[in-house]
């Protein structure tokens, strides 16, 4: 006997509490319209963040954020030569397709849910560990020793 047995699509998976309310955090401080388009920020800004931060500092971060947030830093192969904080963003820029002051904006909106999440002495230590230009995309000051 044959049955026509239909099998109903997967549902998608929902996110972790966790990565809710990062992603609500991101579209607060990012004042953006819907809550997908702020998703899109912390996929695009964490993918970047993945290619940049290795080590320890990678390590921890991951363990700090919410699981859909990690993989999305996890997943990128950190690159060989560092990136400035200005040409991060003109990276992530030309990655998305999207103008260097949304990208910009997009930056700092996640970063300060990373943040968040990190706290200020890991945050510190990612600070330590990238070239400059980053504290800026944290909201920190950008500290140069006097000479």
Partial sequence: MITD????????QPHSTGYEQ???KVRYEGAY???ERAEEAVRLVLAG?????????????????PLEA?????AQIPDIQPLTGWAFVK??????GASLATTRWDTGSVFAAVAAHAGPDL?????????TGYALLFGRAELTPAA
């Fill in 5 to 12: 047995v239909r099998v109903p699509l997967a549902p998608q």
């Fill in 33 to 35: 319209p819907t809550r």
């Fill in 91 to 96: 990276d992530l820029a030309a990655r998305s």
């Fill in 49 to 65: 963040l993945g290619r940049q931060l290795t080590g320890d500092e990678r390590v921890d971060l991951a363990a700090c954020l």
């Fill in 70 to 74: 990690a993989r999305a830093l996890t």
């Fill in 123 to 131: 945050v510190t230590r990612i600070l330590h560990q990238l070239p």
């Fill in 22 to 24: 990062m992603l609500e």
